[in-house]
């Protein structure tokens, strides 16, 4: 829809009574016969615009706008006055194509969706998500509707001409801008356009719907402060853009939680596991209170203590398993049996054990009694009970089992069941180079 055809609904689809409702039409015509006898060559362009004006006196814009005030038999005959006055001018396929589209209007699941909810008998309320046919949307119903930087390319694609001068628009009103700039732009008038053909319903609704829904950078995920300032940004320039000091627009902001992590002395006897089909007691559920939602960062087993790095990131936690990221797990392990030097030395090589290949570990014996001995077992891998299985093939049974560390994390003066939060600071000096807070 054109911008002449935008700003020549509003009268008609706000009127301020009936009489102006009908003095809003005649003077519609009244206008485009002055325009036509002017500018005959450009005939199709004026009177396109009572086409699609009397298409939306048939639509869901209608409904928004009008209901209160004029009843269907009105909207239906001031519609068919539009397409007879259009018929009447020679246009008689862009008549043809409006009755096509008001029958679709009438038979969409998407218009009956809109009844059944203004009636009370459904709750569900839809938008347009489309990079473009806005229009088509909110004749049918649509609320609102959504957008991101495709946007611009649907409307090149769709409005190649409309595109072309508003480049060049930007181009005269910012000499020398950047891509970037020219981009931010362009996408500022494109959302402009759609949130100017929203406005009846923003304004019939009193701002609940009929708004522009955009997508700020959602590289800035983990920076909440940026996402805030983009919206800052888009709502300057959009205001300026509509003219409007708070523009009938909203923001998606794909932020999250900051990032934290936490020590945790992991106590024998607890399985680190959200929910347990034998009931037995987990991690998660002997955490102190007030603890938010978290995930573990890998696993202890059941008889293993220790530290535990506890997270409220998935991302965080899957990139801290990563054997590539070289962290290596430091562990202090009491074994049963005969320490053989030389069985311990050859760890650090690596070995396969049934049929599992184990990359290096370093085992160093602490202290020694009799048959029971104190181990330090380094290993950067962390594969399922991968100690135990290790001092099984070098003959030692495992007694106990209590990791000292995690990377550049340590257990040190912690308490069995004691959690302790990395300070934020110390968090970005030890992930900085690896995972993005």
């Known amino acids: 829809m054109s911008e002449y055809a935008t700003l020549k609904r509003r009268p008609i689809l706000f009127p301020d009574s009936v009489s102006s409702f009908h003095d809003s039409i005649f003077s519609l015509k009244e206008e485009l016969k002055a325009l036509v006898a002017d500018d005959l060559q450009n005939k199709d362009a004026y009177v396109q615009t009572a086409v699609e004006i009397a298409i939306d006196l048939r639509s869901a814009l209608a409904d928004w706008t009008l209901t209160k005030l004029v009843d269907d038999d009105t909207r239906v005959a001031a519609s068919e006055d539009l397409l007879a006055f259009a018929e009447g001018f020679g246009c008689g396929e862009a008549v043809k194509a409006a009755r096509q589209e008001i029958e679709s209007i009438a038979n969409s699941s998407m218009r009956k969706m809109g009844d059944l909810y203004r009636q009370g008998k459904l709750n569900t309320v839809w938008g347009h998500d489309y990079a473009s046919g806005l229009d088509h949307s909110l004749r049918r119903g649509a609320r609102w509707c959504t957008s991101n930087p495709c946007k611009i390319q649907g409307y090149k694609k769709d409005f190649p001409e409309k595109y072309a001068s508003l480049v060049e628009q930007i181009k005269r009103e910012n000499p020398g801008a950047s891509t970037a700039d020219m981009a931010s732009q362009m996408f500022t008038k494109v959302c402009a356009i759609s949130a100017r053909a929203l406005a009846p319903i923003y304004e019939a609704t009193n701002g609940q719907y009929g708004f522009v829904c955009l997508q700020v950078d959602p590289r800035e995920i983990r920076n909440t402060q940026a996402m805030i300032d983009q919206v800052h940004f888009w709502n300057r320039a959009m205001a300026k853009e509509l003219n409007m000091d708070k523009p009938n627009v909203v923001y998606k902001l794909p932020a999250v939680e900051a990032t934290r992590l936490w020590l945790y002395y992991k106590p024998v006897g607890l399985l680190t596991t959200h929910k347990d089909t034998d009931s037995r007691p987990t991690v998660f559920d002997n955490l102190p209170a007030g603890m938010p939602r978290v995930i573990s960062v890998g696993r202890l087993d059941l008889n293993s203590e220790g530290l535990l790095l506890l997270t409220n990131n998935g991302e965080l936690s899957r990139k801290l398993e ?54 330090t077992v380094t290993l950067s891998e962390g594969k399922n009970r991968e100690i135990r299985k290790l001092m099984k093939f070098i003959g030692l049974d495992v007694a106990r089992l209590i990791r000292l560390s995690y990377g550049p994390f340590q257990l040190g003066s912690l308490k069995k069941g004691e959690v302790r939060e990395v300070p934020g600071k110390v968090l970005k000096e030890q992930l900085g180079s690896k995972f993005r807070l």
């Not at 392990?333 to 184990?358: E, I, P, R």
Request: charged share 25%; no cysteine; aromatic share 10%.
């Open 322 to 375: 990563l054997p590539q990221n070289g962290w290596s797990r430091r562990y202090k392990v009491k074994v049963h049996g005969f320490v053989d030097l030389k069985k311990l030395a050859k760890l650090a090589d690596g070995v396969t054990v049934d049929g599992v290949s184990y990359g290096p570990v370093k085992a160093e014996l602490e202290s020694e009694q009799g048959t029971n001995a104190w181990l």
